[in-house]
């Protein structure tokens, strides 16, 4: 199965709304990254965590560790918000720094 | 900002022929990644490599060899391209386990 599994795969939102996005973990993730690749294809950190939250204007993201999950909120959605969101764990055990991703959630964002 | 760059931004092949995918990174980081993402599955490590000279096995490196000739440059070699291997690459650099950055992606077709 899946090591990391997004939900949910798609997702419709009006401008001014807000909304979570979800990753579990299968693995014992040490770290967390959530990417947004943009309608243009280019993918864009957004957050690297370690268990705890950050915040960044409209976008706030969360990790527990112990419970193998992470969230993605979006506050007061916006057009320029649209394309599609992956996270992404590197996992403890000798991962060396690599990161399985999850198969992304496909976020669009209408007027 | 971590300056990656890949060259070419497309290109086309024919089943046998050979491919090499360049990726240059300008913020002295560590770790170099090729990734390729597909639907469905969305982004899967093919190498990734920790300093010039250095290489490491991903999760999917049949029919791909990898090479760190400097801290900046690493390359991607398909030396007998198959149809199989028609998707969009990504490179990546981060500093250790940090952020990872992702240059602009080259989209192969294998014909």
């Known amino acids: 199965g899946d090591k990391v599994k997004q939900s949910p795969s798609a997702l419709s939102l009006q401008e001014g709304t807000n909304s979570a996005l979800r990753c579990n973990f299968s693995i014992a993730a040490t770290t967390v990254q959530w990417f947004l690749q943009n309608p243009r294809g280019s993918l864009i950190n957004l957050f690297y965590l370690v268990p705890g939250t950050k915040e960044n204007g409209r976008l706030k993201s969360a990790f527990d560790s112990k419970e193998s999950y992470s969230t993605l909120h979006i506050r007061d959605a916006q057009l320029e918000d649209s394309g599609t969101y992956f996270c992404a764990a590197e996992g403890s055990g000798g991962s060396n720094y690599k990161l399985t991703f999850g198969k992304g959630t496909l976020l669009t964002v209408t007027p | 900002e971590a300056a990656v760059t890949q060259s070419p931004r497309n290109k086309v092949t024919v089943t046998g022929g050979n491919v090499t995918l360049s990726c240059r990174q300008t913020?002295?980081?560590?770790?170099m990644y090729w990734y390729r993402q597909d639907t469905g599955h969305g982004l899967r490590l093919i190498h990734y490599s920790y300093g010039a000279g250095n290489l490491q096995i991903g999760d999917v490196p049949d029919g791909y060899k990898a090479t760190r000739t400097t801290q900046e440059d690493f390359f991607l070699l398909l030396e007998l391209a198959s149809p199989s291997q028609t998707s969009l690459y990504f490179c990546?650099?981060?500093?250790?386990?940090?952020?990872?950055?992702f240059g602009p992606g080259t989209r192969l077709t294998v014909l």
């Open positions: 990546a650099s981060s500093v250790s386990s940090y952020e990872q950055y």
């Open positions: 913020n002295s980081h560590n770790y």
